[in-house]
Each structure stands twice: as C-alpha cells, then as structure tokens.
C-alpha cells in the first residue's frame, strides 16, 4: 500500500471525517467548557465581595490608628504593607490574565479587559496557553508559570516576615506551591505542569481568578489578626469627639428617622447621658438612639449634648447637631433594557429621585456624553471598561449628592447571518435563489435599532470531489454563485464564510453559514 495514491474525492472525503470527529469531541466538552465559564463568573463575584469585606476591616483598623496612632501605629505600618504586596501579586495576576487571553484571541489586552470570558472564541483551547506559561521549558520554569509561582512563594514569604512568632503559627496562607502533585496516570508533576500545562483556555482564566481570592483571603485573615493584637485596653485618648451616625438622612413622611449617638472614642461600659430638647435619651452598652416621628417635609435639624466622663472621672459635656431630610413618598416603575452600557451607541437611561422635580436632578457620566430625550436621559460612551452616571440634586440653594451607578460598558454584540431567512441547515434551492443575499440580524434579546453592512464574503461548494470557491463583494450573491446553486443536487453542502460586516463601531466577522440544498 506504499504506493497508493488517494483521489481528490477520497481525501476530502477523509477531511470531512477528521471534521466530524473534532465536532463529535467539541459537543462533548461543551459542558465542561460552560461550566468553567459559570464557575469563573462565581469566582469574579467572589472575588469582588472579598475586596468589599477587606476594605471594611482596613477602615475599621483606620478608625483605631486615628484614635491612637501611638498604640495601633506599628500595626497600621504593617497592614498597609500587607495592602501593598497583596495589590501588587494580583495586579500582576490580572496582567498575566489579560495578556493570555490577548495573545491566544489576538485581540489587544485593552479588549481583553473587557471581554466575558463566554464570549472568548478561543477557552477551549491550549496551545498558545501552554507555550505562554512554559515558553518553550518542560517544567515552566522559563515561561509565565514559573514566574507566578516565584511571585506567590515570595508573597507568601514576605507576609510571614512581617508576623511575630506567635502570628505566623497562628496563620494559615495556603496557596501552596510544593505539591505533590500528580497527573491522571499517576505521573509526578510540579505545581507549573498541574495547572498550566495542555490547560485550556477557559480553565486558566479561572485558576487566575481563583489565585485572586487566594490573595485576598490571605490579606483578610492576616490584616484581621493584626487588628484583633491590638489591646484596646491599652487605649488613652486625650480627644473625644461627639459622633451622631443615622441610618438614613432621606426619611419618608410617616416613616421613623433613627440616629445612633455616641462619643467617637467608645467606651462600652459608661453610658453616656444625651439630651435632646430637653428629653434624655436612653443609652446602652456606650450608645444611645435617638428617634422622630416624621412629620412635616424639607430639612429637620435637631441639636443636643452629650456628658460623659472623662479620663480623670470629671464629666465632660459635648453639643452636636445633625439633620435629616423628609419628603414625600413616590413609586418610580421603569423598564430596563439593559445592565450595561454599549459603546458607540445611543443608550436609553432612566433617572428619577423620590420626591424630587425632574428640573433639579442634574446627572454627569465619568466618560462619553449624557443628554435628556423627553423624560428620559440618553447616554453615548466610548470603548472602556465601566461608566458612572453621578447624580446630584440643585434645589438652586443647595447641591446635595444623591449617589451614583456603576455600567459595564461592553460592545455591540455581533450580528448573525442569515440568507433565506436561514442561519444553516437545510434549505430549498428555489428559495436560496429567490433571496440572493446575506442578510444580518442582530440577536434577538438585544434592544437597539442597529444596522450592520455585509462587506464581502466567500462562497465555497464542492462539486465532483474538487472545491469551489467564489469571492462576493456587498450582500448579494454572483452570478458565478447562482450557477452553482442552480446546478446543485439535492444533498450537496454549501458554505458562506468569512463574512465581513460593518457596523457602528468597526468592521466584524460573523459566523459561517452552512448550508444543504434540498
């Protein structure tokens, strides 16, 4: 058989088997593929809640050092250098991130940024990712694996220097790097070969994510054990400050407005006495809370004192003052299209402040333009990662802040291509012919009225075992293109790919159009 010669039909025959067989295995790793999508878009959302719950233990250790920066100083230092080379491995966890996506997509680390991993055409595959991590090296050492692993064994290192003795056995960092590891034959691997080598795609990005919470739980616990060593026995304030913190300054009419006031250097075991009006407000455990029946609308302002003892035992006495806000109730039901921004196009927004005019809601967005359609607000944002719409209400006396709302902003998403009022499969030839042009179609959960523009394309057939290939310019098809069609029997493929589109953002490649003749 060392002589034999295949025909042209016989090796296109053979292709279309190796196809199939590569389609057969990508319908069986689809699953998979979908639910490492699912699990990283877990992990980004724990990951942001963990840099929520840190940054709350940082601003309870803030409060403590400004109240005595003798005392908590040192721990202070060390915190805020836990906070600096926890920063810095996960900023060089994300650049790693995006540059890997980049390169396998080849799309810029700008695109990167911004795109979902879903709609990453290249996570189930492995070879870019791999040659990236190992760069060329058997063990990893010499590509972006064995530097990650250096940079995690260094952090790890570097928090535990910062630690008494007593600390360090008290931490857990985990984020080991030593294994052992081994693969599904029972082969010894290093940390760099279990989970970067022939990995795909999809599989790195989450393990990237998920190093990220690694990082932060590290950063949680040992901030949060540097907190709980300072003895707050030890404490000697020479300042105390009143401090009057309401849990909402925007009452509704009816509603009750509540306050907790308290001295800013708490002591739980002195109830401080709070006078109001001349009514004492009861207090417990060093707090005491003060509520109001809502009454009438606009600015309520209420003042008082609070008398506490101070370090040598003589009472001390302390006026405050604070104010809250009543107004009107009103109910704001508005559609929402979307919970993103699309750049480069026109994006409705709804914007409305309970009991308030619409004249007097004055918004701004950190990036693009914001202009009012009707009684709604449009907004126009460029290419980037978010958006924020500030808003803030001018009763022409005054300018209060009202809050903000932060969009993604993500682009188009691309159309698809039909032809026959088709996107694939089987077709008549009568109505193929009839139509005579790719028409494109935005999906169907997408809200705006966009018009994309079919550039070019190719059509590819095959007929007696050879292919044919046509180049089309605009949407139509050729007359070349028509022949084929006409001359086509019942069961023969067609293909339409390559497809170019123009839309408001730039030109895209939309997906191939596969089709049978009937």
């Given at each position: 058989?060392?002589?034999?010669?295949?025909?042209?039909?016989?090796?296109?025959?053979?292709?279309?088997?190796?196809?199939?067989?590569?389609?057969?295995?990508?319908?069986?790793?689809?699953?998979?593929?979908?639910?490492?999508?699912?699990?990283?878009?877990?992990?980004?959302?724990?990951?942001?809640?963990?840099?929520?719950?840190?940054?709350?233990?940082?601003?309870?250790?803030?409060?403590?050092?400004?109240?005595?920066?003798?005392?908590?100083?040192?721990?202070?230092?060390?915190?805020?250098?836990?906070?600096?080379?926890?920063?810095?491995?996960?900023?060089?966890?994300?650049?790693?991130?995006?540059?890997?996506i980049s390169k396998s997509e080849k799309i810029s680390v700008e695109e990167a940024k911004i795109t979902p991993l879903s709609e990453i055409q290249s996570?189930?595959?492995?070879?870019?990712?791999?040659?990236?991590?190992?760069?060329?090296?058997?063990?990893?050492?010499?590509?972006?694996?064995?530097?990650?692993?250096?940079?995690?064994?260094?952090?790890?290192?570097?928090?535990?220097?910062?630690?008494?003795?007593?600390?360090?056995?008290?931490?857990?960092?985990?984020?080991?790097?030593?294994?052992?590891?081994?693969?599904?034959?029972?082969?010894?691997?290093?940390?760099?070969?279990?989970?970067?080598?022939?990995?795909?795609?999809?599989?790195?990005?989450?393990?990237?994510?998920?190093?990220?919470?690694?990082?932060?739980?590290?950063?949680?616990?040992?901030?949060?054990?540097?907190?709980?060593?300072?003895?707050?026995?030890?404490?000697?304030?020479?300042?105390?400050?009143?401090?009057?913190?309401?849990?909402?300054?925007?009452?509704?009419?009816?509603?009750?407005?509540?306050?907790?006031?308290?001295?800013?250097?708490?002591?739980?075991?002195?109830?401080?006495?709070?006078?109001?009006?001349?009514?004492?407000?009861?207090?417990?455990?060093?707090?005491?809370?003060?509520?109001?029946?809502?009454?009438?609308?606009?600015?309520?302002?209420?003042?008082?004192?609070?008398?506490?003892?101070?370090?040598?035992?003589?009472?001390?006495?302390?006026?405050?003052?604070?104010?809250?806000?009543?107004?009107?109730?009103?109910?704001?039901?508005?559609?929402?299209?979307?919970?993103?921004?699309?750049?480069?196009?026109?994006?409705?927004?709804?914007?409305?402040?309970?009991?308030?005019?619409?004249?007097?809601?004055?918004?701004?967005?950190?990036?693009?333009?914001?202009?009012?359609?009707?009684?709604?607000?449009?907004?126009?944002?460029?290419?980037?990662?978010?958006?924020?719409?500030?808003?803030?209400?001018?009763?022409?006396?005054?300018?209060?802040?009202?809050?903000?709302?932060?969009?993604?902003?993500?682009?188009?998403?691309?159309?698809?291509?039909?032809?026959?009022?088709?996107?694939?499969?089987?077709?008549?030839?009568?109505?193929?012919?009839?139509?005579?042009?790719?028409?494109?179609?935005?999906?169907?959960?997408?809200?705006?009225?966009?018009?994309?523009?079919?550039?070019?394309?190719?059509?590819?057939?095959?007929?007696?075992?050879?292919?044919?290939?046509?180049?089309?310019?605009?949407?139509?098809?050729?007359?070349?293109?028509?022949?084929?069609?006409?001359?086509?029997?019942?069961?023969?493929?067609?293909?339409?790919?390559?497809?170019?589109?123009?839309?408001?953002?730039?030109?895209?490649?939309?997906?191939?159009?596969?089709?049978?003749?009937?």
């Open positions: 058989m060392a002589g034999y010669k295949e025909t042209p039909r016989q090796k296109m025959i053979a292709m279309m088997y190796l196809v199939l067989t590569a389609l057969l295995a990508l319908n069986v790793s689809v699953e998979i593929i979908q639910a490492f999508v699912s699990v990283n878009n877990s992990m980004e959302n724990t990951n942001e809640n963990l840099k929520l719950k840190v940054d709350e233990t940082y601003a309870r250790f803030q409060q403590q050092y400004l109240m005595n920066e003798a005392k908590v100083g040192p721990f202070w230092d060390k915190a805020q250098e836990v906070k600096k080379l926890s920063d810095e491995l996960i900023s060089a966890i994300n650049e790693i991130k995006y540059d890997v996570r189930d595959k492995y070879d870019v990712s791999t040659n990236y991590f190992f760069g060329g090296s058997q063990d990893g050492s010499k590509g972006k694996a064995g530097e990650l692993r250096i940079r995690i064994e260094k952090f790890k290192s570097d928090i535990l220097n910062l630690l008494d003795e007593k600390n360090r056995n008290n931490i857990k960092l985990g984020m080991d790097t030593e294994g052992p590891y081994k693969d599904a034959n029972g082969k010894k691997q290093n940390w760099e070969q279990h989970n970067f080598y022939h990995v795909i795609l999809a599989a790195n990005v989450t393990f990237l994510n998920k190093l990220i919470a690694d990082v932060r739980n590290v950063e949680s616990d040992v901030v949060s054990l540097l907190l709980g060593s300072i003895s707050a026995e030890d404490y000697k304030f020479d300042m105390v400050m009143p401090k009057v913190i309401p849990n909402s300054k925007l009452v509704f009419q009816g509603d009750t407005y509540e306050a907790e006031i308290m001295v800013a250097a708490l002591d739980s075991k002195q109830n401080p006495e709070v006078v109001i009006g001349g009514r004492q407000i009861p207090a417990e455990g060093g707090i005491a809370k003060y509520t109001a029946t809502a009454g009438a609308t606009g600015l309520q302002t209420y003042r008082g004192t609070i008398r506490v003892a101070g370090p040598d035992g003589e009472m001390k006495e302390y006026p405050f003052e604070s104010e809250y806000f009543v107004m009107t109730p009103s109910l704001t039901v508005a559609p929402i299209k979307m919970n993103v921004l699309y750049a480069n196009v026109d994006n409705p927004i709804s914007i409305a402040a309970s009991g308030i005019p619409e004249s007097q809601i004055q918004p701004t967005i950190s990036s693009g333009t914001l202009r009012r359609e009707g009684k709604d607000w449009v907004a126009r944002v460029p290419m980037g990662t978010k958006a924020t719409i500030s808003v803030v209400h001018n009763d022409g006396r005054t300018s209060r802040k009202m809050g903000s709302a932060e969009f993604r902003v993500k682009r188009v998403p691309d159309p698809k291509a039909y032809i026959a009022n088709t996107d694939g499969g089987p077709v008549a030839k009568n109505m193929l012919l009839a139509a005579r042009a790719i028409i494109p179609r935005m999906p169907d959960d997408f809200d705006f009225d966009l018009t994309f523009e079919i550039l070019s394309y190719t059509f590819v057939g095959i007929r007696g075992g050879d292919i044919v290939q046509y180049n089309g310019n605009g949407n139509m098809l050729s007359q070349d293109m028509q022949n084929f069609i006409s001359n086509a029997k019942r069961g023969e493929r067609i293909w339409l790919e390559n497809i170019m589109a123009k839309g408001p953002d730039g030109n895209r490649r939309l997906g191939t159009i596969s089709l049978i003749v009937q």
